[in-house]
């Protein structure tokens, strides 16, 4: 059985280094990725990519038109709305943000991640 895996760049954040690297100084520029899978058995998004709001003064946010998951899934010919499952690592907003632009899957979380985060 094969799958095909889409690894797809939606937006960027510049960020203080040391937020990564302790002992670090000046800025990184970093992508906000996601992934597309397409198998036999289905399709799945693994991370959404993020949302806009506001992120000040931690990060700039660089998101250009057409960078959101669902635009990006247009371009691998595959319809947001159709995708059969959304696996989410974690709910930071640069890893979950575009959940809503995927609306019809079958959300996969941790559950301790889940429990955290409604805690």
Not at 24 to 46: D, E, M, N
Not at 81 to 95: A, C, Q, R
Request: charged share 20%.
């Amino acid at each position: 059985m094969s799958a095909r895996l889409y690894a797809m760049t939606c937006g960027w954040l510049t960020m203080p280094m040391p937020m990564l690297l302790h002992g670090t100084k000046g800025t990184l520029k970093i992508p906000i990725q996601a992934y597309f899978i397409r198998h036999a058995r289905g399709t799945a998004v693994f991370d959404s990519g993020m949302s806009l709001g506001p992120m000040e003064p931690y990060f700039d946010v660089h998101f250009a038109p057409n960078e959101e998951i669902s635009a990006r899934l247009g371009e691998a010919d595959m319809d947001a709305g159709k995708v059969d499952y959304l696996i989410t690592s974690h709910l930071h907003f640069d890893h979950c943000g575009g959940n809503a632009l995927i609306p019809n899957a079958r959300w996969i979380i941790q559950k301790r991640e889940w429990e955290a985060a409604n805690t």
